[in-house]
């Protein structure tokens, strides 16, 4: 009776939401934050953050239009973890954004920085 009890235990676990949990474990990834990162440091609010490999770690680039130089200059990239990456490029009026993402290492949007 005990075996039987432990076999049907075993087995409401393994099948636990109609799926066998068994190799279909979900792999996170660690990825940096920062709300202003520049020429390879964070100035403003460092950390990190947890996502699942199939979201991932973005690195938001951000432009502003210089009236000195007639062109885009680089201000600074935000680091952070998305559901989305959201399109590669935004052009707003005085400001546009590159987006990366990347999910394949832990930290990986500190290399995919434009800065």
């Not at 099948?15 to 792999?27: D, I, V």
């Not at 990190?48 to 885009?72: L, N």
Request: glycine letters at 10%.
């Amino acid at each position: 009776m005990d075996k039987m009890f432990l076999l049907g235990l075993s087995l409401f676990c393994l099948l636990q939401g109609g799926e066998p949990k068994l190799g279909k474990r979900t792999k996170e990834i660690v990825c940096s934050t920062c709300e202003r990162f520049r020429e390879g440091s964070c100035l403003e609010g460092a950390g990190s953050c947890i996502t699942k490999v199939h979201k991932g770690c973005r690195s938001q680039s951000f432009y502003a239009y210089s009236k000195e130089i007639k062109g885009w200059e680089y201000t600074h990239a935000k680091l952070e973890c998305v559901e989305k990456c959201g399109e590669p490029v935004v052009f707003l009026a005085w400001y546009h954004l590159v987006n990366i993402c990347c999910s394949e290492k832990n930290e990986c949007n500190i290399g995919y920085s434009l800065a």
